[in-house]
């Protein structure tokens, strides 16, 4: 990934319109608006239950909204489906499921690496060896590189169901990586991490931002999201209550009873 050429940094990359989602007629996300600007690094906070996954979710297109807009790059994504969101850079971390934890943790990164040459029946006999050999190179590179940042290395082999919870995180968060985001979604990406290893963690989304890749994450831990985030969106009870700087939301009468109250 190269840096965002700086007059990009800041340009509206997502914009999300009174979306609303309901289940079994509650309606748990009431007319949310989220304006994303690239390159910047941004909290969705709020209490248990605010509302916060279901947005992440409706982004992602892993849930179908049941009214608003959501615009990407400025063309209109409302009605995308998950997989032609992530083709084009909305890539979000998935638990490890069964499927996976059955592929090694090389693995894993491997097949999560888009246009793999290779990939279609077609793309078999029209790519160069040389070439595909380059590509396959290059991402096997990368993946053993940020294996080694988190000191797994010696897991590569192992079968991602081998890993301890904390390392089944990071390699979920490594994953999304490999699939070349433009827009991250990041739900709790640090529940469950060894404390040692967050700093760690919160070092790698910063890089991630400097090289030019927008980032939403969902943190209930709001000393993180303070020296992490540009920016916070903080929901309570379905609706977006405060946006801005964490230091002002932290002053924000709203805020401190939405949590009080959550
Ligand atoms: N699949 C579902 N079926 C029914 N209700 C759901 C479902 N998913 C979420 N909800 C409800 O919708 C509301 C919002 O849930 P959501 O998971 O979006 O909140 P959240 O802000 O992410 O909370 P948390 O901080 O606990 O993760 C909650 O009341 C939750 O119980
Ligand atoms: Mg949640």
Known sequence: ??????????????????????????????????DIDEGRLYGLIGPNGAGKSTVMNILAGAQKPIGGTTHYGGVDITRWPAYRRARH????????SNEFARLTVLENLLVAVPNQPGDTFREVFTTPRRRWNRRQGESLDRARALLARF?????????????SGGQKRILEILRAVMAQPRLLLL??????IHPRIIESVCDYLR????????????????????????????MASGIVIFRGSMTEARQRREVIDAYVAG
């Open 1 to 34: 990934m190269s840096a965002l050429p700086a007059e990009a940094v800041g340009r509206p990359i997502l914009s999300a319109r009174s979306l609303s989602h309901s289940f079994q007629a509650v309606r748990v996300v009431d007319g949310v608006s989220i």
């Open 89 to 96: 850079g909305v890539i979000r971390t998935f638990q490890l």
């Open 151 to 163: 000191n797994m290395e010696a897991k590569a082999d192992d079968y991602a169901s081998d890993l």
């Open 187 to 192: 739900d709790e990406p640090l529940a469950g």
């Open 207 to 234: 890089e991630l931002r400097r090289e030019g890749v927008t980032i939403l994450m969902i943190e209930h831990e709001l000393e993180v999201v303070e020296t992490l985030c540009d920016a916070v969106v903080v």
